[in-house]
C-alpha cells in the first residue's frame, strides 16, 4: 500500500442469504453506501454469490465483482472455500485487506483480515442457542478476535461484552453502527399500510406487528403470551401478526395452543421487502421483546417506519432506540402491562412514533461506511 492511497479491499458477499435477513441487510446497506466512496476512501472488490452478482455490479459499476463457486451456496462448502479459495482469490485482485462480514475468516489470507462480529449473545445468553451452534459461533468469535487485525462490532455493548468475557483487545475493535434504508424504510402512505391489511385479510383490524427470525433469543413466545393477556378482554381486540423467518423454537407452538380462541394471531412468515414499511408502519405497536441483540436492526427499521416499538432494555436495544421507544422486560406479564398500557395511550403511541422516525434519521450507511473505511485504512498501514 503506497502511503496516502486508498487500501484495496476484498469483501466476502458470499454468506449474504436469499432472504436478506440481517446480514443481508447489512452488506447490501454497507456496500450501498461504499459505492460513494470508491477512489477516495478505497478501492473494492467484491466476491459474492452468482445470484449477486448482477445486483452488486449494479450497485457498484466502480468495484470488480467475482462471482463465487456453485458450491458456496451451501454452509460447509462455503466453510471450506473460505479457507483455500477465498484466500487465493484475495492474492488474485491484489487485496492489501480481506473483510469478512460474518463471523468467520481464513485463517491463512495472506493479508491483514477484518471480521465483522454482529453481537456476544452466544456468550451471554447461551441457553437460548442449540448446542452446536452455540459451539460454532463462539469458536468463531474468539478465532476472529485471534486472527483478524481488526474487529467491527454494530453497537458499544456488543463491544464492552467482548471485553468482559472474551479479554479482547479493545484498540482493535471498532464500533460501526449500522444504518437503515430510509428509501426502503420510511412512514408509509395509506395505499401501503392498505395494500398489507388486504393481504393479511385484516380489514379494518388493527393489529401487533413483530418482523424478525424465530429464535429462542427473540422472545416470541412470551411476546404472545403477553399480547393474548393484554388484548383477551377488549371489545375489539388487535390481531398480532408475527413476520419474518421460521427459525426453531417450538416454544412458540405451545404459546400459540394457549390463545384464546377469540383471538387472531397470524403467521404469514416472509413479506415482500415492499411490503415491509405498510406492514411496521400500519401497526399499532412493533413489539421486539429480545433478550439481547449485537445491535437490533428489525427496531431500527420499524422507527424508521415511524412505527411505535416496544422492546427490552438489553444489551444493545438502548443505543439503538434510545428515549424514542417504549421499554418493557422479556417477562409475559410485564409484556402484557406495557403493552396493554400503550394501546390505552394513542398519544404516547403518536409521540414515539415521530420520536423513532426522528432517531432513525441519526443512523446512516454512510457513517457506517467511514468507519469501515478507517477500518481497513488501518489494517492495510
Known sequence: MTPGSPPRVLVDATSVPADRGGVGRYVDGLLGALS??????????????????????????????????AAVTHRPARLAWEQTGLPLLAQQVGA???????????????????????D?????????YDKSRRTFFRSAIKTALRRAERVIVPSKATRDELIRLLDADPTRIDVAYHGVDHAAFHPPTDEEKARVRARLGLGGSGYVAFLGAKEPRKNVPNLIRGWAQAVRDRTDPPALVIAGGQGHDDDIDRAVAEVPAHLRLLRPGY?????????????LVAAYPSYGEGFGLPILEAMACAAPVLTTPRLSLPEVG????????????????????????EARRLSLAKAGFDRAKEFTWESSAEVHVAAWSRAAA
Open 120 to 128: 456476544a449473545t452466544f456468550f451471554t445468553e447461551p441457553e437460548h
Open 322 to 345: 434510545g428515549d424514542a421507544v417504549a421499554y418493557t422486560s422479556e417477562d409475559p406479564n410485564q409484556i402484557a402491562a406495557d403493552l396493554g398500557a400503550l394501546l390505552d395511550d
Open 96 to 118: 492489501e485487506v480481506l473483510h469478512s462480514p460474518f463471523y468467520t475468516c481464513p485463517l491463512r489470507a495472506g493479508c491483514p483480515v477484518t471480521v465483522t462480529v454482529h
Open 271 to 283: 413479506l415482500r421487502y415492499a411490503d415491509l414499511p405498510g406492514f411496521l408502519g400500519g401497526a
Open 36 to 69: 460513494k466512496v470508491i477512489g477516495s476512501g478505497v478501492e473494492l472488490a467484491v466476491v459474492a454469490l452468482r445470484t449477486d452478482v448482477e445486483r452488486y455490479g449494479r450497485m457498484l459499476p466502480a468495484a470488480e465483482v467475482i462471482a463465487a463457486p
